[in-house]
């Protein structure tokens, strides 16, 4: 039987809200006491002084891109591994965006088996609601459900379909599946590289409003009504999306939401002179949006924090805005940019955990998040103080475009455990 003990910890427990020094044991993988005191006495185990630092549970990421099968010089299941290890992270929930879309059994199946060897961390793979994302034809749900899919979702491309869209969440709700939706009004939002307004204007930029955002998810919150399925919006970004969430969610529909942590952290003013590694979709937002999502997050409206990780290679990023690949990188940088408003003394870092680890655990139907005996031990024990400038050569990802590249960031990861096992150290 092995034994590790966490001394001298700051535990972070998004459970109780609860801050405070005290000590952990793990045996074979699972948590086996939590103690008060910072340093008791356990025979035979191996010691890890926290030095007062943090430990919190694993980080829970959904909605990561693992570019395998089709574009592995973007990012495979190793590099995405480490990269998540190195962030925090212990379990990252796929994107089925792949070439060719995880919409069959087998290509499911090929992905999980390339994860299971290759990567460091847990991975849970997502399928495609309809075949090739196209939406016209709903997948196997029932199927792909069995090989391993744990959520259902057609990504960045909209159902636009409204009668094959209901088709499929009431099917998904016979199978008490989840469906994810990315809530942009798509005709609307074709072709926009930013946020409509006057910063948009004076750089001559196509633009989206934000009400493209509440219109999508006004059409999907009417489904639920209509289907009762199990309904996840992958990125609430704008205030005006946020009263229909709260009614939603007081009408008691199955419905969650989460944030990317860029759209928590920057805003319009950031692409500033077309810096094209801030292009992101839907496209940053105004300050004022973003202040009213960090309060989202802080009174628990908007339920989870992801990275949306979202490799790109240099020669779809260098191009004019207007043509440049959408996305960033953010396995790495997910802990130290969503510390930012930890800092700021915006959010705590027990609220913070519930929306990073605890929440997307409960979604997930995972027994992770917590700090308590009987739960997996994955773990991460991080200085929440410590300054760093981020050189975006040193990622561990493939790809590099991370808008926070020579950013001045605080909170660097001293060691990730996944299961007990110590998997990423600084």
């Given at each position: 039987?092995?034994?590790?003990?966490?001394?001298?910890?700051?535990?972070?427990?998004?459970?109780?809200?609860?801050?405070?020094?005290?000590?952990?044991?793990?045996?074979?993988?699972?948590?086996?006491?939590?103690?008060?005191?910072?340093?008791?006495?356990?025979?035979?185990?191996?010691?890890?002084?926290?030095?007062?630092?943090?430990?919190?549970?694993?980080?829970?990421?959904?909605?990561?891109?693992?570019?395998?099968?089709?574009?592995?010089?973007?990012?495979?299941?190793?590099?995405?591994?480490?990269?998540?290890?190195?962030?925090?992270?212990?379990?990252?929930?796929?994107?089925?965006?792949?070439?060719?879309?995880?919409?069959?059994?087998?290509?499911?199946?090929?992905?999980?088996?390339?994860?299971?060897?290759?990567?460091?961390?847990?991975?849970?793979?997502?399928?495609?609601?309809?075949?090739?994302?196209?939406?016209?034809?709903?997948?196997?749900?029932?199927?792909?459900?069995?090989?391993?899919?744990?959520?259902?979702?057609?990504?960045?491309?909209?159902?636009?379909?409204?009668?094959?869209?209901?088709?499929?969440?009431?099917?998904?709700?016979?199978?008490?599946?989840?469906?994810?939706?990315?809530?942009?009004?798509?005709?609307?939002?074709?072709?926009?590289?930013?946020?409509?307004?006057?910063?948009?204007?004076?750089?001559?930029?196509?633009?989206?409003?934000?009400?493209?955002?509440?219109?999508?998810?006004?059409?999907?919150?009417?489904?639920l009504e209509m289907t009762g399925a199990r309904y996840h919006a992958d990125q609430i970004t704008t205030a005006?999306?946020?009263?229909?969430?709260?009614?939603?969610?007081?009408?008691?529909?199955?419905?969650?939401?989460?944030?990317?942590?860029?759209?928590?952290?920057?805003?319009?003013?950031?692409?500033?002179?077309?810096?094209?590694?801030?292009?992101?979709?839907?496209?940053?937002?105004?300050?004022?949006?973003?202040?009213?999502?960090?309060?989202?997050?802080?009174?628990?409206?908007?339920?989870?924090?992801?990275?949306?990780?979202?490799?790109?290679?240099?020669?779809?990023?260098?191009?004019?805005?207007?043509?440049?690949?959408?996305?960033?990188?953010?396995?790495?940088?997910?802990?130290?940019?969503?510390?930012?408003?930890?800092?700021?003394?915006?959010?705590?870092?027990?609220?913070?955990?519930?929306?990073?680890?605890?929440?997307?655990?409960?979604?997930?139907?995972?027994?992770?998040?917590?700090?308590?005996?009987?739960?997996?031990?994955?773990?991460?024990?991080?200085?929440?103080?410590?300054?760093?400038?981020?050189?975006?050569?040193?990622?561990?990802?493939?790809?590099?475009?991370?808008?926070?590249?020579?950013?001045?960031?605080?909170?660097?990861?001293?060691?990730?455990?996944?299961?007990?096992?110590?998997?990423?150290?600084?």
């Amino acid at each position: 039987m092995t034994k590790t003990l966490f001394i001298n910890a700051r535990l972070i427990d998004p459970v109780a809200q609860t801050d405070s020094l005290g000590a952990l044991l793990v045996k074979d993988g699972m948590i086996a006491e939590v103690f008060e005191t910072a340093e008791p006495e356990v025979k035979g185990a191996v010691v890890v002084n926290c030095a007062g630092h943090c430990l919190a549970p694993g980080i829970v990421d959904i909605g990561v891109k693992v570019s395998e099968p089709g574009e592995r010089h973007k990012e495979s299941f190793r590099s995405a591994g480490r990269a998540a290890a190195a962030g925090g992270v212990t379990t990252i929930v796929t994107r089925p965006d792949t070439l060719p879309a995880i919409d069959t059994p087998e290509v499911l199946e090929f992905v999980a088996r390339r994860a299971a060897q290759d990567a460091a961390v847990r991975v849970l793979p997502m399928a495609a609601l309809t075949k090739g994302r196209e939406g016209r034809e709903m997948t196997e749900i029932g199927f792909l459900q069995d090989a391993g899919a744990v959520a259902f979702t057609d990504c960045d491309r909209v159902i636009t379909n409204t009668k094959v869209f209901s088709r499929a969440l009431t099917y998904a709700n016979s199978l008490d599946a989840l469906v994810i939706a990315h809530v942009q009004e798509p005709n609307l939002s074709d072709g926009a590289a930013v946020t409509s307004g006057k910063f948009a204007s004076l750089r001559g930029l196509p633009a989206v409003s934000p009400m493209a955002e509440r219109m999508a998810l006004d059409r999907d919150i009417a489904l639920l009504e209509m289907t009762g399925a199990r309904y996840h919006a992958d990125q609430i970004t704008t205030a005006r999306a946020l009263p229909a969430l709260e009614r939603a969610k007081r009408n008691g529909l199955r419905i969650t939401a989460g944030v990317g942590v860029h759209h928590l952290t920057l805003n319009e003013l950031d692409v500033a002179d077309y810096r094209t590694f801030f292009k992101l979709k839907p496209p940053l937002r105004s300050e004022n949006d973003r202040l009213a999502v960090v309060q989202a997050v802080a009174d628990g409206l908007i339920d989870i924090i992801c990275s949306m990780h979202t490799p790109q290679d240099e020669e779809s990023k260098r191009l004019p805005y207007e043509e440049a690949a959408s996305g960033a990188v953010g396995l790495e940088t997910l802990l130290p940019a969503a510390l930012r408003l930890y800092h700021a003394e915006m959010i705590s870092l027990p609220q913070l955990f519930a929306a990073l680890s605890l929440n997307p655990s409960r979604l997930m139907g995972l027994e992770t998040g917590r700090l308590r005996e009987g739960a997996p031990a994955d773990l991460v024990w991080f200085d929440p103080d410590a300054p760093f400038q981020l050189d975006r050569t040193n990622l561990q990802s493939k790809s590099k475009n991370t808008p926070f590249d020579g950013a001045r960031l605080q909170g660097v990861v001293l060691g990730t455990w996944v299961g007990g096992t110590l998997v990423g150290d600084k």
